[in-house]
């Protein structure tokens, strides 16, 4: 099955948003509220940063919040500091065939 | 807090059966909330969701990997295992377990590289 999809890379400023977006289909992210972001340092597991489109678990700052249009989700990062460049993941259920869970390519995240 | 780690050979022959452990530590395998899952990451690359097993035994699978994979868990012992039969090259990566709620993966081990090589 295919990835869903995101950008290579992005970039901004401290201080600035940025927004990295996640495309799937009818199957995956945009069939359910099931879509999941997260970040990851080099050498580093992931860490989970969004759950259900929109959710933080505890201790997650506030600048990352999540959202969904149609078969497109999105992670916005705001006040950009230099800790937050990393690679970025997400995550959704998918129905396509027997259920189960689906990345996308990662986006790579550099803080200028 | 919960912890989990992974265990297992890093070096597989090609061919041969990739096994890894994932032991669970602070939190019991058996709470009914949770799934508890194995990715992967090749060097360099993405992440690749291989499957995930609830305390009872039902298990899902990547439909990609389905043929090749076989999750278990053991409630005894606080873990769960990963079996992947007929390796090559392509399932070098670093494994992780990780416990999920939702679809979502939000605790993870600290991941453990496996090598496939003669």
């Known amino acids: 099955q295919s990835a869903l999809t995101q950008p290579a890379s992005v970039s901004g400023s401290p201080g600035q948003s940025v927004t990295i977006s996640c495309t799937g289909t009818s199957s995956d992210v945009g069939g359910h509220n099931l879509v999941a972001w997260y970040q990851q340092h080099p050498g580093k597991a992931p860490n989970l940063l969004i759950y259900?489109?929109?959710n933080r678990p505890s201790g997650v700052s506030n600048r990352f919040s999540g959202s969904k249009s149609g078969n497109t989700a999105s992670l916005t990062i705001s006040g950009l500091q230099a800790e937050d460049e990393a690679d970025y993941y997400c995550g959704s259920h998918s129905t396509s065939s027997t259920p189960h869970m689906l990345f996308g390519g990662g986006t790579k995240l550099t803080v200028l | 807090q919960l912890q989990l780690l992974e265990s297992g050979p890093g070096l597989v022959k090609p061919s041969e059966t990739l096994s890894l452990t994932c032991t669970v530590s602070?939190?019991?395998?058996?709470?009914?909330?949770?799934?508890w899952g194995w990715l992967r990451q090749p060097p360099g690359k993405g992440l690749e969701w291989i499957g995930s097993?609830?305390?009872?035994?039902?298990?899902y699978y990547n439909p990609s990997l389905k043929s090749r994979v076989t999750i278990s868990v053991d409630t005894s012992k606080n873990q769960f295992s990963l079996r992947v039969s007929s390796v090559t090259a392509a399932d070098t990566a670093v494994y992780y377990c990780a416990r999920e709620l939702s679809s979502s993966c939000h605790t993870w081990g600290q991941g453990t590289l496996v090598t496939v090589s003669s």
């Open positions: 602070g939190g019991s395998i058996s709470s009914s909330s949770y799934h």
């Open positions: 097993i609830y305390y009872s035994g039902t298990t």
């Open positions: 259900e489109v929109s």
